[in-house]
Structure formats: C-alpha cells, structure tokens
C-alpha cells in the first residue's frame, strides 16, 4: 500500500483551500446580485459575511452559507500553507509521489 508524505497532503489542502474559496467568492457573488452592491471594488463588503445579519435579515441563510465557505476556506488555506512552509523550512522533500 501507498503512503502518503507530508508534502502530499499540504498540496490537498491548499487545493481543498482554492476550491472553498472559489466556493466563497460564487456565494458572494449571489448575494451581491440580490442585495445590490455599490459601484467599484470594496474589500470590506468581501468580510461582512462573518457578521450576523450583515446583509440584512432576508439574505440571512445566504449569508450563514457564505460565512462557512470562508471559515473552511481559510482553515483548509492556512494549515495547507503552514504545513508547506514548515516542510520547506526542515528540508523535508515536498512533492506529490
């Protein structure tokens, strides 16, 4: 049986990371058509879903889906970057086989 190294599982895990994020950015995306979004690029309006009630009661369940995508997003993203830098730091040899 074949084991899976380290390097492995940090690649799944930034990939898992991207996909939760791509994830994120479509509920976003959703809500902004619904809830109408101001003109331009507004970073803060990206943060509101981890705040109750950010869009208003009635996207509510929107939100709460958006907000989950991100958390996962950022947990799967950041031990998947941790885990590469670590091994990078030790030495460990770091690729998919």
Known sequence: MEEITAGSVAYIL???GVLFAVRYLLAMRRIFQEVGRPAGFVAADYFKPPKPEGFGAAME?????????YYQAAIFLGTGVVLLIWLLATGAPVGMG
Not at 61 to 69: C, G, L, N, V, W
């Open 14 to 16: 930034v990939v898992f």
């Open 61 to 69: 369940p929107s939100r709460r889906y958006a907000a989950r995508q």
